[in-house]
């Protein structure tokens, strides 16, 4: 007769080799779906752009047609021409405004920080609407305020918006925040020590700036320089607006195929644009692999020392910038609150009664709310779980490692390629490759919701997956290693210990989805359905058709929206966050 302790070894024997397979399993399915929102849509926009319209092999055809059409190949050039040139000088801006928050002791620290987020909030097109009404035309620097000023001689300015100047002024806009960000992470990490042997050595600041500061910023000053130029270079948003005659990349792919539904070319553009965003990732990756750590055990962390002068230099830098996004932001509500823009500023509605233009109205309104619930709710589940999978678990490691790879791809793939490469993906019922014919069985999802919400999960996938992991190592293994001991299976670990630790991380993670779903137009401006309009689809719509002001209005909603749900998350979740990371405070 088998002794108890015998049996007990049977079962946990048992136990560990069913757990075993449900985590193997699990890995699986994460690499599934990482394979089918972003790996496998790729390969029949590779096929299409070596397709003409009938479907036969043509090679490179469609590439040599776009270089050889001046119209079209100037638009790479102009491309690469906005972006380093935005990248350069927004490098420049947000490097003064980080330096200012985090080295200084000037006042309004805090609203500073606030105002430079806010354009987080707006939809790239609005950046654009505000321009116009500021300097298009008839805006209102260009007439000199409605030639109120025609008594003193200012006749106005013109600054030649429409082309390099306003995508340049509104990408600057867009791309400022994450700038900053970057740059106030890399600049709060100073060791105190050597700023001290600088001032012992009697250098001057100029010499301590450029022997000690700026090195120590180094590679944040290159991630900085990369993510702003792959924002500019994929952005749809301002060219379309304030484009004019200067046409990139992004708007060639919407003109090919929304305006001559020529999809072999739109295939053929968004290559071309998937190349420099990839080689800048790479290049990214390997800057940050030679990166060492600022702080090291022995560090003592820099407090800036009061200095007047440049504190208040700093305050009023800050301030300037600050009124210039102000004033664009506040020129949009404004432009849909008045009866005619810039003749009859009388206090109006009318532009909020959407009844009488095209786009959608509140229903695109509200689809927008819900895709952006949707997003915020199962991308976040689906992101966290897949980083616990990948980062805790100790087994199957070289699938997990390939998984991990996988999330990382998504960070160099613009919005409107992804949005096209759905569609070649989803759209057919059968998927033909050479002479093989396979039914589609993810055809169903074509025209609805859920090709939206896969759609921005992905395309904000990289970044939340990264936030997850970071969360989560930050979690000592030792809690899987004492649930091990002690027989607890891993999705009870997982659900009583580490999400009620992580809460904070995934509530960060919903609302980064909420708020980047709300105002992005590349990744579904292909993919919406007539009876699945989108607020950001439906600003693009009226600005075609020229009815910016209801343009602006629905711009405000969408604003008024992701910093109201921001204001309520933060209210709901301060008790929340705190009570879940009370052990801290043991």
């Known amino acids: 007769m088998q002794s108890a302790a015998s049996l007990a070894q049977k079962k946990a024997v048992g136990f560990e080799w069913t757990e075993e397979r449900l985590k193997r399993l699990l890995i699986a399915l994460v690499i599934f779906w990482l394979l089918l929102g972003i790996v496998f849509p790729l390969f029949p926009l590779i096929q299409r752009s070596l397709q003409d319209k009938n479907g036969n092999f043509v090679g490179a055809a469609n590439y040599e047609r776009y270089f050889s059409t001046p119209a079209l190949s100037i638009s790479l050039t102009n491309s690469m021409e906005v972006s380093l040139s935005v990248a350069g000088l927004a490098l420049v801006l947000a490097f003064g405004y980080a330096y200012a928050l985090t080295r200084t002791r000037m006042a309004w620290k805090r609203y500073f920080l606030l105002a430079a987020m806010l354009p ?8 654009g609407i505000g321009l116009v009404y500021l300097f298009g035309k008839k805006g209102l620097i260009t007439t000199g305020f409605g030639g109120a000023f025609e008594a003193l001689g200012w006749q106005g300015w013109d600054i030649n918006l429409y082309g390099f100047n306003g995508i340049l002024l509104g990408e600057l806009l867009y791309v400022f ?26 250098a001057s600041p100029m ?3 450029l022997t000690v500061t700026l090195p120590s910023l180094r590679y944040g000053l290159v991630s900085a320089a990369f993510v702003t130029f792959t924002l500019v270079f994929t952005d749809f948003g301002v060219p379309k607006v304030v484009g004019g005659n200067y046409n990139v990349l992004a708007t060639d792919i919407y003109k090919q195929v929304i305006g001559q539904q020529n999809f072999e070319m739109g295939a053929a553009i968004s290559m071309l644009l998937l190349i420099p965003t990839v080689m800048a990732f790479v290049v990214d990756r390997i800057v940050q692999r030679r990166q060492t750590a600022a702080l ?25 910038i600050t009124l210039l996004i102000f004033t664009v932001i506040a020129t949009v509500f404004l432009a849909s609150m008045v009866e005619l823009w810039p003749y009859k500023l009388n206090f109006s509605l009318r ?50 490692s390939f998984a991990y790879f996988i999330s990382m791809i998504p960070v160099a793939l613009p919005g409107m390629v992804i949005g096209l490469a759905y569609i070649f993906f989803f759209n057919p019922l059968q998927w033909k490759f050479g002479g093989l014919v396979i039914p589609n069985p993810f055809s169903f999802l074509y025209g609805t919701m859920g090709i939206l919400v896969l759609a921005n999960i992905v395309h904000f996938y990289t970044v939340s997956f990264m936030t997850a992991t970071t969360a989560l190592k930050q979690l000592d293994r030792e809690f899987e290693a004492v649930s091990e001991s002690l027989g ?5 670990t997982f659900w009583n210990v580490t999400v009620p630790l992580s809460l904070p991380a995934l509530l960060e993670i919903a609302m980064y989805y909420f708020v980047n779903a709300m105002v992005t137009v590349s990744a579904v401006v292909f993919l919406y359905s007539p009876r699945l309009k989108l607020a950001s ?29 921001r204001l309520l998350y933060d209210l709901a979740t301060r008790g929340i966050s705190r009570r879940a990371q009370a052990w801290k405070a043991r």
């Open 120 to 127: 987080l909030y707006v939809p790239p097109l609005a950046h």
């Open 177 to 202: 925040p994450q700038a900053v960000m970057i740059l106030m992470v890399a600049a709060s990490l100073a060791d105190a020590r050597l700023y001290e042997a600088s001032e012992s050595l009697q």
């Open 207 to 209: 010499r301590t700036f």
């Open 296 to 320: 090291s055990a022995r560090s003592v962390p820099y407090q800036p020392k009061a200095n007047p002068w440049l504190d208040r230099a700093a305050f009023v830098y800050c301030l300037s």
């Open 351 to 400: 532009h909020f009664d959407f009844s009488t233009v095209g786009g959608g109205g509140y229903g695109a309104f509200w689809n927008s709310i819900r895709m952006s619930f949707y997003t915020a709710l199962f991308g976040t589940a689906i992101t966290f779980f897949s980083a616990y999978l990948i980062e805790k678990l100790k087994t199957f490691k070289p699938a997990r």
């Open 488 to 492: 607890v299976p891993f999705y009870r």
């Open 537 to 565: 689809v439906a600003i693009v719509n009226m600005d075609d058709a020229g009815d910016t002001a209801a343009a602006a209005a629905m711009s405000v909603l969408v604003i008024l929206t992701s910093v109201g749900v």
